[in-house]
């Protein structure tokens, strides 16, 4: 028991930053610590965009069952019109979470635009400043490749 506890302890000090938290240790590999920064900014933007949203609903609901003295004064539809408008800010939650993740989050939007891609090539559609561009860099590639097979030709002829 004493031997299990010790390891734990010396497993702990290397974890630790002069604190009782614990830490992660930074990776010498720059795309994880970038992927890792990337995370805990998604993580916090939906946080603090789930507190901001819920916030007032939950303090409207709160002076509504405990604080009716407050509302004394109001008339029945301004009461009813604050819990509307409370509950709506609290529902906008599931409006900004995908607009965070396509914001913060790279898979994301990479996904996003494979799906769109994907989409509109199975339909037929295509923009037609991307279709004119792709256009050219295709045309750019044949005749690069038809370079190399005439020098290759040539090659093994001469």
């Not at 029945?76 to 509307?84: N, P």
């Not at 509109?120 to 400043?129: D, M």
């Not at 279709?131 to 097979?149: C, F, H, L, P, T």
Request: hydrophobic share 35%.
């Amino acid at each position: 028991m004493y031997a299990k506890n010790l390891s734990m302890r010396t497993h702990a000090k290397e974890w630790t930053n002069s604190s009782s938290f614990y830490f992660r240790p930074i990776s010498r590999n720059e795309a994880t610590n970038r992927r890792r920064r990337r995370t805990n900014m998604l993580m916090a933007g939906i946080t603090i965009t789930f507190f901001t949203c819920w916030t007032p609903y939950v303090v409207f609901n709160y002076i509504y069952d405990f604080r009716k003295s407050l509302l004394d004064g109001w008339r029945k539809s301004l009461v009813e019109l604050a819990y509307a408008l409370c509950l709506l800010c609290g529902l906008l939650t599931s409006l900004a979470n995908p607009v965070l993740y396509s914001v913060l989050n790279e898979g994301f939007r990479q996904a996003v635009g494979d799906l769109i891609a994907k989409t509109t090539k199975r339909c037929g559609w295509r923009s037609r400043a991307g279709g004119r561009e792709q256009e050219q860099r295709r045309k750019e590639n044949r005749e690069a490749a038809e370079a190399v097979s005439d020098a290759d030709e040539e090659r093994a002829l001469g």
